[in-house]
């Protein structure tokens, strides 16, 4: 049974920083994507950044230059390291793991709130 668990959420006041983490199991390889993704009262669940099996990554422009998306396979995790954080990325981080065939898992949320 494949299962991801995001730890690291906390509050921080506006240009503080916070390293979310990401635990997986269950994968026969590490041939999947990773993504992180957050969602704000009242909005969608948006995209934040992802890391495909490859190490290749993107992020979003809200965060790209501020957020760094890394996964370490031989420790079963991935991360999500954010700088210069803004009251705007308070909200619940999630992340998702994707395998090739498209089959989505997600773990639970980890609440990030940033205070001006």
């Known amino acids: 049974e494949v299962q991801l668990q995001a730890s690291g959420g906390g509050l921080v006041q506006t240009g503080g920083y916070l390293r979310l983490s990401c635990a997986y199991s269950?994968?026969?390889?590490?041939?999947?994507?990773i993504g992180w993704f957050r969602q704000a009262p009242g909005k969608d669940r948006e995209g934040v950044s992802c890391?495909?099996?490859?190490?290749?990554?993107s992020s979003s422009d809200s965060v790209k230059g501020r957020f760094t998306i890394s996964r370490d396979n031989g420790k079963n995790s991935a991360y999500l390291q954010m700088n210069s954080l803004k009251p705007e990325d308070t909200g619940v981080y999630y992340c998702?793991?994707?395998?090739?065939?498209?089959?989505?898992?997600w773990g639970q949320g980890t609440q990030v709130t940033v205070s001006s």
């Open positions: 269950g994968f026969t390889d590490d041939n999947f994507a």
């Open positions: 890391i495909s099996s490859d190490g290749d990554t």
């Open positions: 998702m793991a994707r395998s090739p065939a498209h089959d989505d898992y």
